[in-house]
């Protein structure tokens, strides 16, 4: 059973740092790039980073230069790092797996980060 396992949303000034982390189970982890995305109310779902096996990442233009994925393939944890956070990052942030070989892809439950102004 694939479970990804996200933590450490919460509520943040505007200006403050959050840490989020994806833990991973049930998958060959080093077949997968992992994702973060986030979706607003009345929004699409986006995408925020993404971290692959070799760890080479790709950043949505809103977020970087504030914001630093990182993977730790031992242990099967993605995390994300957020700096300078805006009300616009305000969000339900998802991870997600998506595996290289067959296409296949599975999402967490999703955390809630909320910025105040």
């Known amino acids: 059973q694939v479970q990804l396992v996200e933590s450490g949303g919460g509520l943040v000034q505007a200006g403050g740092s959050l840490r989020l982390s994806c833990a991973a189970s049930g998958i060959t982890f080093s077949d997968n790039t992992i994702g973060w995305y986030r979706q607003a109310p009345g929004k699409q779902r986006e995408l925020v980073a993404t971290i692959d096996r070799l760890q080479n990442t790709r950043y949505a233009a809103s977020v970087k230069g504030r914001t630093t994925i990182s993977r730790d393939n031992a242990k099967k944890t993605v995390s994300l790092q957020m700096n300078s956070l805006k009300p616009e990052d305000t969000a339900v942030y998802y991870c997600?797996?998506?595996?290289?070989?067959?296409?296949?892809?599975?999402w967490g439950q999703g955390t809630q980060v909320t910025v105040s102004a």
């Open positions: 997600n797996a998506a595996n290289r070989w067959n296409g296949e892809t599975y």
